[in-house]
């Protein structure tokens, strides 16, 4: 769609690459190394991370490992919360435990649902999966990177 996309890939892995895009990653299934400003995280399944614009990451998947990944670029994002400066999720479930993550897993449920139909795929219900899920990460994993605070409302909500 070009400001946004997603995929879903198996076994993955990635040389450590820098993203311009907001990186969103669910393992479907499988064991996955995150490598994210310099710190491991060994994710599995059901677990989401995400990878803010303007880091440098690296994504191994193990044997017989599944992920979705969905990208946001940083225009998108701008045009949408109307601020200039990169948004900054705070929303790792292997390291935040006193969220449920139940809102995003069953956003990415709904996407590889929508993903496993390819021959009756329906662009408006994939793009509006995908927006779903960017309001569900402004609405309660948006910080402010200059004073910490959350947002909790986009600009044009």
Same mark, same amino acid.
């Given at each position: 769609?070009?400001?946004?996309?997603?995929?879903?890939?198996?076994?993955?892995?990635?040389?450590?690459?820098?993203?311009?895009?907001?990186?969103?990653? @669910?393992?479907?299934?499988?064991?996955?190394?995150?490598?994210?400003? #310099?710190?491991?995280? #060994?994710?599995?399944?059901?677990?989401?991370?995400?990878?803010?614009?303007?880091?440098?990451?690296?994504?191994?998947?193990?044997?017989?490992?599944?992920? %979705? $990944?969905?990208?946001?670029?940083?225009?998108?994002?701008?045009?949408?919360?109307?601020?200039?400066?990169?948004?900054?999720?705070? %929303?790792? +479930?292997?390291? #935040?435990?006193?969220?449920?993550? !139940?809102?995003?897993? !069953?956003?990415?449920?709904? $996407?590889?649902?929508? @993903? $496993?139909?390819?021959?009756?795929?329906?662009?408006?219900?994939?793009? +509006?999966?995908?927006?779903?899920?960017?309001? %569900?990460?402004?609405?309660? @994993?948006?910080?402010?990177?200059?004073? !910490?605070?959350?947002?909790?409302?986009?600009?044009?909500?």
């Amino acid at each position: 769609y070009g400001f946004m996309n997603y995929t879903v890939q198996q076994e993955l892995k990635e040389k450590a690459h820098f993203s311009g895009d907001t990186v969103v990653l @669910y393992v479907i299934f499988g064991n996955v190394q995150l490598h994210l400003m #310099d710190i491991d995280y #060994d994710l599995r399944k059901n677990d989401v991370a995400v990878i803010n614009s303007g880091v440098v990451y690296q994504i191994n998947g193990g044997a017989g490992s599944a992920v %979705c $990944i969905v990208n946001y670029s940083a225009d998108l994002l701008a045009s949408l919360y109307g601020s200039e400066k990169n948004l900054f999720f705070m %929303c790792n +479930s292997k390291t #935040d435990r006193s969220r449920s993550y !139940g809102q995003i897993r !069953g956003i990415f449920q709904e $996407i590889i649902r929508e @993903y $496993i139909r390819q021959e009756r795929k329906n662009v408006f219900r994939e793009r +509006s999966l995908l927006y779903k899920l960017l309001a %569900c990460l402004c609405e309660d @994993y948006l910080e402010d990177k200059v004073d !910490g605070t959350e947002k909790t409302a986009a600009k044009n909500s």
